[in-house]
Nanobody, 124 residues
Framework: QVQLVESGGGLVQAGGSLRLSCAASGRTISPYGMGWFRQAPGKEREFVTATNWSGGSTRYADSVKGRFTISRDNSKNTVYLQMNSLKPEDTAVYYC?????????????????WGQGTQVTVSS
């Protein structure tokens, strides 16, 4: 089992930045694909970004391309999401997820373990 705990969320003004962290425990995440999803009130959970086991391959939702960056430090068992130029529409609960096979990058069904989420609120 892998336990994931997100941190770093909060309230920020539009145009600002936040860095989310996802700390894993239970086992090393180095073989896992890792992703970030978000869910706004009344909406479905949506894909934000993901990276393969090494961090050498990444994908982003069109809505965050050029503004968000995913990275991972396998030695620290941690994944990060750097969010710049934040917009009010980025407001959501952000979830970290781990995928054993990472065959379906952009859908929640492709992930095996989930964190509890961290709230990000962007004010206009």
């Amino acid at each position: 089992q892998v336990q994931l705990v997100e941190s770093g969320g909060g309230l920020v003004q539009a145009g600002g930045s936040l860095r989310l962290s996802c700390a894993a425990s239970g086992r090393t995440i180095s073989p896992y694909g890792m992703g970030w999803f978000r869910q706004a009130p009344g909406k479905e959970r949506e894909f934000v970004t993901a990276t393969n086991w090494s961090g050498g391959s990444t994908r982003y939702a069109d809505s965050v391309k050029g503004r968000f960056t995913i990275s991972r430090d396998n030695s620290k068992n941690t994944v990060y999401l750097q969010m710049n130029s934040l917009k009010p529409e980025d407001t959501a609960v952000y979830y970290c997820a781990a995928s054993i096979r990472l065959q379906i990058w952009g859908e929640p069904i492709g992930y095996d373990y989930w964190g509890q989420g961290t709230q990000v609120t962007v004010s206009s």
